[in-house]
């Protein structure tokens, strides 16, 4: 350890030898000094972590007792730390002191403006030591490792459901409550994630970002685009654990698996009658309500399915897309040729 002998000698006379940095008190330097020893004096006895400083030590035990001293006058949050409070009181003042020199997006805690940075210099500097995915913060690295792990740490009082995030309850917990914080300007529609209202707008907008390359197809949400790719790629990565049958995606399989539980979940208050899926139900009401919305074109016929009227207009078109294998006679439905195979095999 050395005086320093920089124009602030008289201010913070004390300079590490190694990096430069200068402190007011021999004390101070000496502690900085275990950044490059590595020295950690002060030990946990509950859980063994240790720290450079004792009063990091004495913050870290409040995760073991619970106490939280710092409170928010506000809205009565409490916090361990006073830093924590204070970075919490910016979300009701709206303060916002560090901010990017090249967007100008402003942010309340300097780690956010850090990881913001790397938007911009494309740094990833947290890296997947299973698939090598990398990403420009840690938490995302810990989240992602989850993913290999299959850890759910964060789970549900109510249903007992788990999940990766901690975020991902907060927003399943407004199942239970029913809250639906997100509403469409356009038409009223209110949603739990403010993710799914964005999708939701793209109804009334029109748009379609995510484009098929090999048929040119269009969806408004990935999730759709990543089901629609698999009809060209085979791919059904969910399968039944009774019949072996695959699915392109997780709604079909539960859907399907009605049909070994038996369960008819959507019934008519009607007469009774009990549905597997909800668009059955939906057709189903129109025998009683005698809508059919769905009119051709050519002659006005109306019918409560869509595929019934596409049916329909094969009589207008004359198109057969069904075709026997065997003698290459063509029908306008699946059903009429498969009945008309089975005169091949009375044959045969």
């Known amino acids: 350890m050395k005086k ?7 201010e913070k006379p004390y300079s590490c030898e190694v990096c430069g940095s200068s402190f007011k008190s021999k004390k101070n330097l000496a ?15 509950i859980c063994g972590v240790s720290f450079t400083q004792k009063p990091h030590l004495l913050q870290h035990m409040r995760t073991h007792t619970g106490e939280k001293p710092y409170s928010c006058e506000v ?14 009181m910016r979300t009701h003042t709206g303060e916002k002191p560090y901010s990017c020199e090249v967007c100008g997006s402003s942010f309340a805690i300097k780690s956010n403006l850090v990881s913001h940075m790397r938007t911009h210099t494309g740094e990833k500097p947290y890296s997947c030591e299973v698939c090598s995915s990398s990403f420009a913060r840690k938490n995302y690295l810990v989240n992602h490792m989850r993913t290999h792990t299959g850890e759910k740490p ?13 975020y991902y309850v907060f927003v399943h917990m407004r199942i239970h409550t029913g809250e639906k914080p997100y509403s469409c300007e356009v038409c009223g529609s209110s949603f739990r994630h403010k993710q799914y209202m964005l999708v939701h707008m793209r109804i009334h907008t029109g748009e379609k970002p995510y484009s098929c390359e090999i048929c040119g197809s269009s969806f408004s949400n990935r999730k759709d685009f990543t089901i629609h790719m698999r009809t060209h790629t085979g791919e059904k990565p969910y399968s039944c654990e009774v019949c ?3 699915f392109t995606n997780k709604t079909d399989l ?14 008519c208050e009607i007469c ?25 074109d050519v002659c006005d016929s109306s019918f409560t399915q869509k595929q ?13 897309p069904y075709i026997c294998d065997v003698c290459d006679s063509s029908f306008t439905l699946k059903k009429t040729m498969l009945k008309h195979m089975q005169t091949h095999t009375l044959t045969l």
Do not use: A
């Open 272 to 296: 009774g009658s009990s549905f597997t899926q909800k668009q059955h139900i939906v057709q189903h009401m129109r025998t009683h309500t005698g809508e059919k919305p769905y009119t051709c």
């Open 4 to 10: 320093s002998t920089k124009t602030d000698t008289k």
């Open 154 to 166: 964060y789970s549900c009082e109510v249903c007992g459901s788990s999940f990766r995030e901690k």
């Open 75 to 88: 809205c009565d949050f409490s916090f361990i730390n006073k830093n924590k409070l204070i970075v919490h």
């Open 254 to 267: 539960r859907i399907h698996l009605r049909t070994h539980t038996g369960e008819k979940p959507y019934s």
């Open 308 to 320: 019934h009227m596409v049916q329909h207009m094969r009589k207008h078109t004359r198109e057969k």
């Open 244 to 246: 072996g049958s695959s």
């Open 31 to 45: 502690i900085h000094m275990r950044i490059h020893t590595g020295e950690k004096p002060y030990s946990c006895e």
